[in-house]
């Protein structure tokens, strides 16, 4: 089993930057394919952004390319989402999710451990 654990998340003015981190337990972190997702209230979850076990791919949602910088550093089981240019509409419970296989993509079946969440609240 595999547990995920977000923070960094908090309240920023429009315009600011974030930097989410996921930190995974168990030895095989670095063969999961590992992609963050978000929920705005009365919204359903949606992709954001996703990383190959290599960290050699990356794959971003139309709205937040250019702005948010996925990676990850396997010698220390973390993913990272780095968010600047931060926009009211980007408020929302940010997740991470791990596919135990390697692979990554935009679709959340593909995942199979989640984390809880971190609250990003963006003001106007």
């Known amino acids: 089993q595999v547990q995920l654990v977000e923070s960094g998340g908090g309240l920023v003015q429009a315009g600011g930057s974030l930097r989410l981190s996921c930190a995974a337990s168990?030895?095989?972190?670095?063969?999961?394919?590992m992609g963050w997702f978000r929920q705005a209230p009365g919204k359903e979850r949606e992709f954001v952004a996703a990383?190959?076990?290599?960290?050699?791919?990356?794959y971003y949602a139309d709205f937040v390319k250019g702005r948010f910088t996925i990676s990850r550093d396997n010698a220390k089981n973390t993913v990272y989402l780095r968010m600047n240019s931060l926009k009211p509409e980007d408020t929302a419970v940010y997740y991470c999710?791990?596919?135990?296989?390697?692979?990554?993509?935009?679709?959340?079946?593909?995942?199979?451990?989640w984390g809880q969440g971190t609250q990003v609240t963006v003001s106007s």
């Open positions: 999710a791990a596919n135990k296989y390697g692979s990554s993509g935009s679709t959340s079946g593909r995942y199979d451990y």
């Open positions: 168990g030895r095989t972190f670095s063969s999961y394919g």
């Open positions: 990383i190959s076990w290599t960290g050699g791919s990356t």
